[in-house]
């Protein structure tokens, strides 16, 4: 039996995890589960994967969750703590799949076992990639990409040499918002910019691919992942999200990554890494969809696209800033306490804001002096939302 915990379990990433691992009861010892505010859900797969563990990281949802798994010897427990020691309980796999900053430290206690660490929180790239690579490299354990850019880098690499790579493009659809006005921008709502024209996603992650800072966000983790120069990686809009990404080699090859739009081919290949197996994902009929069409990503629709490129020049502690200042504009976008087009402004004060006090870019990366500053880019991005008119 291969011992599994999926952190995240009740969210979109979480539940295309279970729906691959549900397959297979004989294959698969579930340790832990966990979730924040969809307990119905969070019990109804402990008990269906029959569980060890299933925790909220929401305390005052722990009577609710205890209930409902009263009489079935699943142990129920709340709270950031209650994380963390579920995450680092044995398990040979541990999906990472918790939205958001709050991703980072169960990732890294799930390290400490030397596990196999499926890694679908970008952010834990984003605000401590050298923290999490390095961690992962002292204790021996193994890191895969979740996200479906970042996996079909990594698959496009088998057999290869990091140093015969001249570039990685990594996909972007475009959002929802790739054929609207540019002066239509500052007026759309958050139920516009939470439909993505490819990939059923959460919400935060799908208003970050209207906006493109998904997509910043997936240029900085292919810097961390594959310690790769931010000036070999590049974007190109590609409409269908067919092609994940492509690796250019020093003799001008490029190799292509393509599949359906659909999380479980990445899932189930980390599930299954090294080997290959069965993935029931669509198989793709490639004369009925005819063409694939790519253009470049317009700077004046996508500004994240150039904060990231300082993101990836700056290092330390200025992916932590970003992303931080990118999760309270989406909060006040979300709130209605900004406009969308407000959101990329926000961050790029703050970041420069900074940047601008001494020892951002050197600073030594720990959960700790992420936390630090990750409360201070906070702070100073409810202050910009809040002079917003
Ligand atoms: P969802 O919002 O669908 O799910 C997030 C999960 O995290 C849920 O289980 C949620 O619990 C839990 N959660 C929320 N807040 C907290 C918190 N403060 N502490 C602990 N747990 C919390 O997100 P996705 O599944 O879409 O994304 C998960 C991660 O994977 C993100 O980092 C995202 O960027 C990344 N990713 C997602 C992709 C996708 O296709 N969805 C593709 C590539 C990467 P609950 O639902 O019970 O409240
Ligand atoms: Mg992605």
Redesign the pocket.
């Known amino acids: 039996m291969r011992r599994v915990s999926i952190l995240?379990?009740?969210?979109?990433?979480?539940q295309s995890t279970i729906d691959l691992i549900a397959r297979d009861p004989e294959v698969y010892d579930v340790v832990a589960l966990?979730?924040?505010?969809?307990i119905s859900?969070?019990i109804k797969d402990a008990k269906a994967l029959r569980a060890e563990v299933a925790v909220t990281?929401d305390p005052s949802r722990l009577d609710e969750l205890r209930d409902g798994l009263a009489g079935t010897g699943i142990e129920a427990a709340a709270g950031d703590a209650a994380?963390i020691e579920a995450a680092a309980r044995p398990a040979d796999w541990v999906m990472s799949?918790?939205?958001?900053a709050?991703?980072l430290a169960p990732g890294l206690e799930a390290l400490k076992h030397g596990t196999t660490l499926a890694l679908?929180?970008?952010?834990s790239l984003v605000t401590a990639g050298t923290l999490l690579m390095s961690e992962a490299k002292r204790l021996g354990a193994t890191v895969l990409p979740?996200?479906?850019e970042h996996s079909a880098v990594f698959q496009a690499l088998i057999g290869e040499d990091i140093s015969a790579v001249e570039r990685i493009i990594i996909t972007a659809s475009g959002g929802a918002f790739r054929d609207r006005p540019l002066d239509a921008l500052d007026r759309v709502t958050v139920a516009e910019a939470s439909n993505h024209p490819n990939?059923d996603?959460?919400?935060?992650?799908t208003i970050d691919s209207s906006s493109m800072f998904n997509k910043a966000m997936e240029l900085i983790e292919t810097k961390e992942f594959f310690g790769i120069d931010a000036n070999k990686i590049e974007t190109i809009v590609h409409p269908e999200s067919l092609i994940h990404a492509l690796v250019g080699f020093n003799d001008g090859a490029l190799m292509a990554h393509v599949g359906p739009p659909d999380?479980r081919h990445a899932i189930g290949y980390a599930l299954n890494w090294p080997d290959r197996k069965h993935v029931p994902v669509e198989r793709l009929d490639l004369a009925a969809i005819g063409q694939l069409n790519f253009r470049a990503p317009e700077a004046a629709r996508y500004p994240a696209l150039a904060i990231a490129q300082k993101v990836m020049e700056e290092g330390g502690l200025t992916g932590a800033v970003f992303n931080a200042a990118k999760e309270q504009a989406l909060d006040g976008f979300l709130a209605g306490d900004c406009r969308f087009t407000d959101m990329a402004r926000v961050v790029n004060g703050v970041v420069d804001v900074m940047l601008s006090r001494e020892g951002l870019q050197n600073a030594t990366i720990t959960l700790d002096s992420v936390n630090q500053a990750d409360s201070m880019a906070r702070a100073l991005a409810c202050e910009e939302i809040a002079k917003i008119e």
């Open positions: 995240g379990a009740t969210g979109s990433i979480g966990t979730g924040a505010q969809n859900q969070l990281s994380l799949a918790i939205v958001g709050a991703g679908a929180n970008k952010e979740v996200d479906s990939w996603m959460g919400q935060r992650i999380m």
